[in-house]
């Protein structure tokens, strides 16, 4: 399959999307990772106002997202490499892990929510190569983005979060690119959780990475 870019947009119009779009990003991304929240209690949050009935740490997650999400359009053109994703999931996983755990790759087994897989301890050097290997081949930088968030989550390179910061990830490698937004809006979640238990269970991508390129990336579609 052909993993053309779909979109070449300028650096502005880029950024644009990406505000335009963050919101549903940041729900659809708590969505993925069982959060209970509505979008308008997402929405609400993201514009500082206060909502009752909400668990404190569903609300801090949101919060996480959000501040990442700043990281990451602060400074759209530094490097993707493990350092950076590693910092980028101190911001995701802030609260939720011991500080330990936030600095450095897991040191032991990491398990994934309805799947028999278990993935290897991740080492920082093979973890590093990996990483530089995806991100310089002579494809498209979608693809390359397609890719990298597959290989991040299904190596679990961090004891939790793993799915939100590959997300967050790959949708700098877009934006940066001007190659549109990666979103797994609500109405493909039961697809996407069916097709990634089985990229995990089979490192084969030949399902999970079509339906993401052709349902998950969005843009600005001019007439």
Known sequence: MNYANKYNLSREESIFLTKKTLVENIYSQAKMENINITFPDTKTILDGASVSGLNIDDVQKILNLRNAWRF???DLDAPLTLDYVTTLHLIVAYGELPPSMLHTLPTGD??????????????????TERIDQLLNRNVTVTEKALDYFLYACRAQLFWDGNKRTATIAANKLLIEAGAGVLIVNEKQLQRFNKLMIDYYETADKSRIKPFLYNHCIFGIDYK
């Open 72 to 74: 990451v359009l602060d």
């Open 110 to 127: 990491v398990s994934i929510g309805g799947s028999f897989y278990q993935p290897k301890v991740p080492d920082t050097t093979a973890s």
